[in-house]
């Protein structure tokens, strides 16, 4: 018999991969390592593209650097993980100090990705907080984020402060301060997935730096941080995400743009506000599978402000938590609930669940969970349908309205 072997030509691993220490990076935290890495980065570039390996260590980051294109910065945690900063790939920034302004640390261009890689702030103190422009930013198409934790980043991912297309976020945690993620000025489908923002990730870091306590660290993301927000992106698809203690846990707005997308599986835990609506396109804002908690002293689970002529729709959402409304609706827009869970017990039991002051209303196949009035529609609701509901105790329903309201086949347990 014989056997005939194909060998196929296979590059080299040093013609796609570098070691970012043959051009002089340390590691070791000490030595400022931003012009080897940059000078490893633009080696890959000249070749047309590859990979630059960071390795264990601790790279500090006195200057902002730039991936360019066809490059992707790798270190090596490549599973979800705590902040254990004396293992793995670390990147302590020290760039941008005392503004948010400026270039990011780390900048993504188009076809680049940065992955596997843990950032971490050694200067950063709280009550006094110092403000750092964004961790990485992107611009053009196909910039990725993959497997990396934000420990305690002012500002951690943006795609939005210059035009992008079709960014990819996967697997990233940490407890971003003032902006977790921010999207914007997208003109094509953005995707984020697996992303979790807890304030663990930095106070159970091994770091010297971590607040004294969860209470002031608390109190501090309640008031400031605004986990993911989104401006103009066309059908942004986001899944499995989650937030705890924030101001805000998904703001929608509008710059000279606004948002629609599918949002799966999505949560916010303990926020002042876990959904804020400013405004949304026509063909709508999806949310499915939804878990929603307020925390104490929160306004409400949704708000859906004033300015807002799009379409807002929930289904099969969940909102539980010590806070007395659930859904404040106003502007022009529609709004509906769909297969909704209601369990709040917030102290001012006088309030609706359903606040609804002015647009389109649909509330259906809902469950009300607690006895205490229901639905409120204001003299500005323009229509409203209220149908096929259940309610416990007794079915507390205002209208105010002159519009078309139809109310129908909604039931009480008593």
């Known amino acids: 018999m014989i056997l005939s072997f194909i060998v196929l030509a296979v590059p080299a691993l040093s013609e796609t991969t570098i070691d970012v220490r043959s051009f002089g990076a340390k590691g070791d935290g000490k030595v400022d390592d931003s012009a080897a890495i940059q000078k490893a980065l633009d080696a890959a570039a000249a070749k047309g593209g590859g990979r630059v390996d ?30 254990v900063l004396q293992k793995g790939t670390v990147i302590e920034i020290y760039a941008g100090k005392g503004t948010e302004e400026g ?35 992107g611009y053009g198409m196909h910039c990725s984020v993959i497997d990396c934790t934000f420990v305690n980043s002012y500002k951690a991912i943006d795609f939005g ?11 990233c945690f940490g ?50 941080l605004v986990a993911f927000e989104f401006a103009r992106t066309d059908w942004e698809y986001v899944h499995n995400t989650f937030c ?36 949304t396109q026509p063909p709508g804002l999806l949310i499915t599978n939804g878990e929603f908690v307020a925390g104490r002293g929160g306004k409400a689970f949704l708000m859906v402000a004033p300015t807002n002529t799009g379409v807002v729709q929930l289904s099969n959402c969940s909102f ?32 609706f669940t359903i606040d609804a002051r002015s647009g389109h209303v649909t509330i259906s196949g809902c469950r009300f969970g607690n006895d205490r009035p229901d639905i409120k529609i204001g003299k500005d609701v323009r229509t409203a349908v209220i149908m096929g509901n259940r309610f416990v105790g007794s079915k507390e329903i205002e209208n105010h309205s002159s519009g078309d309201v139809q109310e129908g086949l909604n039931v009480v347990a008593k």
């Open 175 to 224: 407890c971003p301060l003032k902006i977790g993620i921010h999207i914007d000025k997208c003109t094509d489908i953005g995707r984020i997935e697996n992303v979790h923002f807890n304030p663990h990730y930095w106070m159970r870091a091994e770091c010297d730096n971590k607040p004294k306590d969860w209470g002031i660290l608390g109190k501090f993301l309640f008031e400031n």
């Open 161 to 171: 402060s210059q035009p992008n297309e079709l960014h990819y976020i996967r697997n």
């Open 244 to 279: 705890f203690g924030a101001k805000v846990g998904y703001r929608f707005y509008k710059t000279e743009g606004t948002v629609n997308g599918n949002f799966l599986g999505i949560g916010a835990d303990w926020c002042d506000y876990a959904i804020l609506v400013e405004e």
């Open 54 to 83: 960071l390795g264990v260590g601790r790279f500090r980051l006195d200057k902002p650097i730039t991936v360019p294109e066809g490059v992707t910065l790798a270190g090596v945690w490549e599973a979800p993980h705590h902040a």
């Open 320 to 351: 539980w938590g010590p806070c007395s409304t659930v859904a404040i609706i106003e502007g022009s827009g529609t709004v509906s609930l769909d297969q909704c869970t209601f369990h709040n017990h917030g102290p001012e039991k006088d309030l």
């Open 103 to 137: 270039p990011a640390a780390i900048t993504l261009s188009p076809s680049s990705a940065i992955k596997g890689i843990t950032f971490f702030y050694p200067e950063q103190r709280l009550p006094d907080v110092i403000a750092y422009p964004f961790t990485i930013s």
